[in-house]
């Protein structure tokens, strides 16, 4: 996830941008850039890294008068987070900036390079402004080529585009991620990723819809859907620049529990396709002779690792073992040379499991990193990288990222299922299917969050919580406990519920909670009886499932699912906004836990 900007107008161009890209810098900042273009002039500058080195580098730079000028703050998907993969993108005459995943590069890439056409980077974005320059020269008219390079391409975009063809303008389109457009009182004219860079500048904006595009110049802004005209509503702009950084959610770990259907979008982007599922960055030869799965990981990306490894050995039939980082380390591990070694880190910075990276590599296993971080210290280490695409991630207590890291980790037990044949054609696309339900799973229903808000009141007191759950709902009653621990400082604790009456059912209670995780798809009866143990013994018992449960104190409904990884990922979300509302109530900082830190980079 990515932040743009863009200006036409008079004021000094460079501070508008600049300024713009701080508001947006939450959205990510692996690199950024800027383009700016008064009459024939144009100048670009991009840095790697936070947008302080992109200031130091422009510092003498100034752009004052009238003309046009477009920015980008990154996260990378495509390619390395260097100069040269920064936006803006240069074609010959003009610059790209673009947010998302254009899906289809690779063939547009292919078919420009038999043209001739010279590519610098590495991202899907550079064929953007190529596409356009090649159709300018057929046309002659930039806003049909213009139009006619949105319409061949497939995937998610908003894309501003700078050119000396039209030198007063700038084209507009948007596609699957956000674009704001407003307007000043003297036609000047602002473009940005969210209302935060927009608040001070203009008092209203438009928000584009999916398809829309247009072009704009000092005091025109044309807005198209399928070659018609329109004219949008117009909305207030909030006032307030943190709360629009949180675009209207209270606080950061919120926000991204609502950006989770977005970020299953892009992370699925290009790689699940015509029921099956495609990795342009791992070459199917890393499976070679691999018997046997290793992951390793802390925290809550231990607890991804935890559920795929039932994804592994269930539907890839491999035999797969799942390593806490820090015991890894010094547990003198015998290694098989057949294994493959994965890590699983949102940060790619976590020293232990770096260092258990650094073991396996040693010992000559093959190894791959599922990390949200390019360039990060696993992703250069690591023999291969899938990345998660969750964008930054800024709530300490993980939400997106864990979602797009199971997702990511499914997605490669299908691809290894598939290469070995065990899967039929059937069967895949059925798990296909399922994975490309997940962003509709994954939206939160207000009237659920509204209620979970108000039975948040009845976990405020007692003393402790169990979360439980079977199969892969044990690796997230361990992660639902994990959340609730993090934020409300609340004893929580997660167990398989067979293992309650080994042991912990010794501890219920009416002043103990427990919340049960009762899917419809896996053994329902189950646990259900061991939920049943619990209530028999007074104790409180919150059910999340799709069935009525009549012992329980509080019920959650959660959607009849076709496939118990849908389940999955809708009880999930119920864990994540038991825990918020809880520490809400509690007055506790959601996003900045006590004790707590977002990346942990000391053993
Ligand atoms: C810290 C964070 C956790 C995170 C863990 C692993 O403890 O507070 O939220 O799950 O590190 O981080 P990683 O970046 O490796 O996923």
Redesign the pocket.
Known sequence: MCGIVGYIGSKEKKSIILSGLKELEYRGYDSSGIATMSGEKIDCFKAVGKLSNLEEKTKNFTSDGFGVAIGHTRWATHGKPTEINAHPHLGEYSFVTHNGIIENYQEIKDELEKDGVNFLSQTDTEVIVHLFEKFNEELKDPFKAFEKTISKLVGSYAILIISKAAGDTIFFAKNAVPMIIGQDDNGEVFFSSSDAPLIGYVKDVVYLDDKMYGYAKKGVVEIYKNHKTIKPQKHALPTDRSYAQKEGFRFFMEKEIYEQSTVATETMMGRVKNGTIKFDEISPEIFDGIDEIVLC???????AALTASYLFERVAKIRTKVEI?SEFRYKEPFLNKNSLFI????????A??LEALKIAKDAGLKTLAI???DNSS?VRLAGNVILTRAGIEKG???TK??TT?VMTLWMVVLYLANLRKILSNDELKNETKALLNLPKVLEVDPKLHEKIRRISKHYLHGHGFFFIGRDVFYPLALEGA?KLK?ISYLHAEGYASGEMKHGPIALVDEGLFTIALLPKNTLYEKTKSNVEEIAARDGFVLAISPLEFELSDDFIKTSEQEHFMSEFFEMMVVLQLFALEISIRLGNDVDMPRN?????TVE
């Open positions: 990981a802390c925290g809550t990306s231990y607890h980082a890590v699983v880190s949102q940060s790619g910075e976590t232990d499991t990390c949200n971080v696993m300490v207590a993980s990222a864990f890291q994990l993090e707590l830190a977002k990346s942990v």
